[in-house]
């Protein structure tokens, strides 16, 4: 399996800026500090294999973008879908100044690598769901980007999509036991858990106004902090069927 991914809004908040050559974060935080992550989901997964599908890529050239992740992630990359020819080659350059890359959207960059490649086992973890075919939708992984990896809902689906269900799990039962609710039956489908970690990801911003230091925390990756009870709307069946006997 192919993972395609993105930086911003996904291992870090989607505020990083390069300043005289060098990306900083202009939000709470450090760069990439949600890439535990990631090395989390894909833990129990030695399949699958990562190509950047960043804007890292371009602004700071393959590897040095590349050698700004983790060991764990780093050794799994094997390309990515911006490429130093694309500045020189006449396709990509149809534009003058910009290229082909520059003007297309982040799921026509990842479509072009994928029909090149022959690819057919392939997701994508990006906040940016514009543009993507209905045809390929279930592949894409999407994130907030005031979130990225750090919101449950994002790391149960990543986990689901590249088959580590021992991490779905965990995600799903770390949120139980924080908000102080029944854990979702272990005889629930995979569709079933991540709908249940979603649903309750959106009860709870629905029934809490959070203040500014919970909000710090969220950003540092500490999405869950500790409540005695959520107001909840009225739930779908097939989570009603995992709460009530």
């Known amino acids: 399996m192919i993972l395609f991914l993105d930086f911003d809004g996904v291992l870090h908040p989607d505020a990083a800026y390069l300043v005289r050559g060098r990306p900083e974060l202009r939000s709470g935080g450090e760069l990439f500090m949600w890439s535990c992550y990631l090395v ?13 599908s960043t804007s890292w890529a371009r ?32 396709e990509h350059r149809p534009l003058g100044r910009d290229t082909w890359w520059d003007t297309s959207t982040r799921y026509q960059q990842i479509r072009r690598y994928v029909d090149r490649a ?34 449950p809902s994002a790391r149960v689906r990543l986990a689901a999509a590249v088959g580590n269900m021992a991490s779905a799990w965990a995600v799903a ?33 629905r029934a809490t106004e959070l203040p500014p230091d919970q909000i710090a925390a969220m950003k540092a990756g500490h999405w869950w902090p500790p409540v005695s009870a959520v107001e909840v709307r009225a739930m779908p069946p097939a989570i009603a069927r995992r709460r009530i006997p």
């Not at 989390?40 to 950047?52: E, K």
């Not at 590897?63 to 130093?84: N, V």
């Not at 770390?174 to 979603?198: F, H, K, N, T, Y």
């Open 40 to 52: 989390d989901a894909l833990a129990s997964a030695p399949h699958v294999r990562i190509v950047l």
């Open 59 to 90: 602004e700071l050239r393959f590897a040095r973008a590349r050698d700004y992740l983790p060991a764990e992630l780093r050794q799994r990359i094997i390309g990515a879908t911006w490429h130093s020819g694309m500045a020189t080659d006449d």
């Open 118 to 151: 022959g690819i057919t086992d392939w997701i994508a973890v990006d906040d940016q769901p514009e543009g993507w075919a209905d045809t390929d939708r279930d592949k894409l992984v999407s994130t907030d980007s005031n979130l990225g990896l750090s919101a």
């Open 173 to 205: 039962d770390a949120m139980a036991g924080v908000l102080v609710i029944p854990q979702v039956e272990r005889s629930a489908s995979s569709a079933d858990l991540v709908q249940w970690v979603e649903w309750w990801q959106s009860s709870y911003l």
